[in-house]
């Protein structure tokens, strides 16, 4: 397995990839007309404004997972689910830990759906924790409508690096 700083020619075949996973993993803790409104080209738009700040995971030639990790803020963090328990997801933590520390971040924050236990779970065996739980409005083609999210963070130490 290998992981890096995604290319511009890769952004497609990561777009493919987030909107797959999201809706696999994120859509069913989610109103229905959110799903109905993330598309590809939704998620292509997405993917391209997080350029260049997408570290991915590639098993040979494909593209198995990515995280966004940016100004103190870690986001979409998705692993393809024949990579999950393999820790692949654990790699990417740590890659955009390591990232956001090296801009000089010391508390990163990041947010949860509410409901999705299982990535809750995931970032709290990481020594991340639940800092307050609210609400964000998400868009769909009739409005917006509410997503219950824990807003997790963790405090970086400068030499969590070298343990």
Request: aromatic residues 8%.
């Amino acid at each position: 397995m290998d992981f890096r700083v995604a290319r511009p020619d890769e952004l497609k075949q990561i777009a493919s990839l987030y909107h797959r996973i999201w809706h696999e993993t994120q859509a069913p803790h989610q109103h229905p007309d959110i799903a109905k409104f993330r598309d590809v080209r939704f998620m292509q738009d997405r993917i391209n404004a997080f350029y260049p700040n997408i570290i991915i995971a590639l098993d040979e030639l494909d593209i198995v997972g990515l995280v966004v990790a940016k100004e103190a803020r870690l986001s979409q963090l998705f692993v393809d689910s024949q990579q999950r328990g393999k820790g692949v997801g654990q790699k990417l933590l740590a890659l955009a830990e390591a990232k956001l520390r090296a801009e000089g971040a010391v508390r990163i924050t990041l947010n949860c759906l509410v409901g999705n236990d299982a990535a809750r779970r995931f970032y709290e065996r990481n020594d991340w924790r639940v800092s307050r739980m609210e609400t964000k409005m998400g868009q769909t083609h009739k409005g917006e409508v509410p997503i219950e999210v824990f807003e997790m963070e963790r405090t970086l130490d400068v030499l969590d690096h070298f343990a």
